[in-house]
């Protein structure tokens, strides 16, 4: 389920997440898949409108930390790919400090996701957290499907 949240994160955080490029059409777009697979879950699953009220409140605080957690991610890259320049000595010093901040991130991520599904605990029923766990999954793949379709299209291979 943690992949599948970074996915609706990247949707609802960044204009070239799953959606076309920038702008008020792609900014809709996206708003409009997150709210068609709310929808649909809460129907699924049978939630209670109050359910439903406390679930879109634990997905948006989620949702935040995880954005924040990918502007964290990013910088870090940034300074690891600038410290790896070829033909510069890199600063071991800032290196480890870097790739520390990767571990911990990842750490915190884990943490995210146990106090996340604690939260869902409190009301959601187990039958339901494994049917949202589902279908994120379904919907993380039929992101890719359509990201991978589109890389086709334009003649351009996934990074492996």
């Given at each position: 389920?943690?992949?599948?949240?970074?996915?609706?994160?990247?949707?609802?955080?960044?204009p070239g997440g799953a959606a076309a490029q920038g702008g008020p059409p792609a900014e809709r777009l996206r708003e409009?898949?997150?709210?068609?697979?709310?929808?649909?879950?809460?129907?699924?699953?049978?939630?209670?409108?109050?359910?439903?009220g406390q679930l879109q409140t634990v997905l948006r605080r989620s949702l935040e930390e995880r954005r924040a957690s990918q502007e964290r991610?990013?910088?870090?890259?940034?300074g690891l790919e600038g410290q790896m320049r070829p033909g510069v000595a890199a600063a071991p010093d800032s290196v480890t400090r870097l790739l520390d901040g990767l571990l911990?991130?990842?750490a915190d991520r884990v943490d995210l996701a146990r106090r996340?599904?604690?939260?869902?605990?409190?009301?959601?029923?187990?039958?339901?957290?494994?049917?949202?766990?589902?279908?994120?999954?379904?919907?993380?793949n039929q992101i890719e499907q359509i990201t991978q379709q589109r890389r086709d299209g334009m003649g351009l291979r996934r990074p492996r």
């Open positions: 389920m943690r992949r599948a949240l970074w996915v609706l994160a990247g949707l609802l955080a960044f409009q898949v997150v709210q068609r697979f709310m929808e649909n879950y809460r129907n699924q699953s049978g939630l209670t409108d109050e359910q439903f991610e990013r910088a870090l890259l940034r911990q991130l990842q996340e599904q604690a939260q869902l605990a409190e009301f959601l029923t187990p039958v339901q957290r494994a049917q949202l766990v589902l279908a994120l999954t379904r919907l993380e």
